[in-house]
């Protein structure tokens, strides 16, 4: 447990979610380009290496493939299961 009383695996699943979000939002056929990192981390408030491991786990469970800047989803079912927290959030549905 943390200081601020959150679990860091909570803390990772959430920053997982708005990865998730993001590709959704951004994508286009599939794929969404990757254009500034450090963007995307600043919007997060994570960093680099933190958005870099997140985008590996979301790969290293087959849910996409991220080649060269570009992230392709390869499973679109299982990223809206990862969005899904953050749609029901703004959509005041929790």
């Known amino acids: 447990m943390s200081v601020l009383g959150i679990s860091p695996v909570s803390s990772i699943q959430r920053a997982c979610e708005q990865i998730a979000h993001h590709i959704i939002v951004n994508e286009v056929g599939g794929a969404g380009h990757v254009n500034n990192v450090n963007a995307i981390c600043e919007m997060f408030r994570i960093s680099r290496r933190n958005f870099y491991n997140l985008v590996k786990k979301l790969a290293d469970d087959n849910i996409i493939e991220h080649l060269e800047g570009v992230i ?16 029901d959030f703004f959509g005041n549905t929790i």
């Open 72 to 87: 392709y989803i390869t499973d679109y079912d299982r990223v809206k299961q990862e969005d899904q927290p953050v749609l």
